[in-house]
């Protein structure tokens, strides 16, 4: 299975990191995952559970009882489901997004996930998406990239996807709380957001995500 080649797309929150990587898997015909979805899953399963977000060991456990009764998105079954129930829109609030980004500060709780990511390792192919897939998961992989962009951009592009959604969401608000996340990401102890030292780090600020495709595509060539 370590045959199988691997492209990580890591980067902070509203870098389009997810956008892409569905894009790039798409366009080569692989397998996807979004790993960032498994730290939401267990953290609305901890939620509505009653576990402490700073409880190591019950959110160890947690994850370890969540291991066969979870679907991340596929080509072919797009729901993300959580005991039988399509929790797709429940992970993309914003309350699960920083829940999810307190629990996976916890070294035990990255442990606990790292065997279920790297299963995803199938041919003909996997494009990862995350924080840590180039650093940490899939260190071998023959194309790492690290997606950003300013963080009023990150900020306007989830407020864009929570207007629709969430009420009384405010843009400033949201700046504060992606700039607190990037902290909390980047300054973590263990599998902390920060580039490969092998990446080729994109800013996005100012492409779509067509453009933003383009450019990896040719980075791409000739490494497959």
Same mark, same amino acid.
């Given at each position: 299975?370590?045959?199988? &080649?691997?492209?990580?797309?890591? %980067?902070?929150?509203?870098?389009?990191?997810?956008?892409?990587?569905?894009?790039?898997?798409?366009?080569?015909?692989?397998?996807?995952?979004?790993?960032?979805?498994?730290?939401?899953?267990?953290?609305?399963?901890?939620?509505?559970?009653?576990?402490?977000?700073?409880?190591?060991?019950?959110?160890?456990?947690?994850?370890?009882?969540?291991?066969?009764?979870?679907?991340?998105?596929?080509?072919d079954a797009p729901a993300v489901l959580l005991n039988g129930e399509?929790?797709?829109?429940?992970?993309?609030?914003?309350?699960?997004?920083?829940? !999810?980004?307190?629990?996976?500060?916890?070294?035990?709780v990255r442990r606990a996930l790292l065997a279920w990511q790297r299963?995803?390792?199938?041919?003909?192919?996997?494009?990862?998406?995350?924080?840590?897939? %180039?650093?940490?998961?899939?260190?071998?992989?023959?194309? =790492?990239?690290?997606?950003? !962009?300013?963080?009023?951009?990150?900020? =306007?592009?989830?407020? &864009?996807?929570?207007?629709? =959604?969430? &009420?009384?969401? $405010?843009?400033?608000?949201?700046? !504060?709380?992606?700039?607190?996340?990037?902290?909390?990401?980047?300054?973590?102890?263990?599998?902390?957001l920060k580039p490969a030292s092998d990446a080729v780090i994109v800013?996005?600020?100012?492409?779509?995500? $067509?453009?933003?495709? #383009? #450019?990896?595509?040719?980075?791409?060539?000739?490494?497959?």
């Amino acid at each position: 299975m370590t045959q199988v &080649n691997v492209i990580t797309v890591d %980067g902070p929150s509203g870098s389009g990191k997810g956008t892409l990587s569905r894009a790039l898997a798409t366009q080569l015909g692989w397998h996807f995952l979004d790993s960032g979805s498994l730290y939401r899953l267990l953290a609305l399963a901890a939620l509505r559970s009653g576990i402490a977000l700073d409880d190591e060991a019950a959110l160890v456990a947690l994850a370890r009882r969540l291991g066969d009764d979870h679907q991340l998105p596929a080509a072919d079954a797009p729901a993300v489901l959580l005991n039988g129930e399509d929790v797709g829109e429940a992970l993309r609030t914003e309350r699960c997004g920083a829940a !999810a980004s307190r629990i996976a500060a916890l070294p035990g709780v990255r442990r606990a996930l790292l065997a279920w990511q790297r299963g995803y390792r199938q041919p003909p192919g996997l494009v990862a998406d995350g924080r840590d897939m %180039g650093t940490v998961v899939f260190p071998d992989a023959v194309l =790492k990239l690290f997606l950003t !962009a300013r963080p009023d951009i990150r900020a =306007k592009r989830r407020y &864009n996807q929570l207007k629709d =959604k969430e &009420n009384n969401i $405010a843009l400033q608000a949201l700046v !504060a709380e992606v700039e607190a996340r990037d902290a909390r990401d980047a300054t973590r102890r263990t599998a902390p957001l920060k580039p490969a030292s092998d990446a080729v780090i994109v800013d996005n600020s100012d492409l779509d995500v $067509a453009q933003t495709l #383009a #450019a990896v595509l040719e980075t791409l060539r000739g490494k497959l």
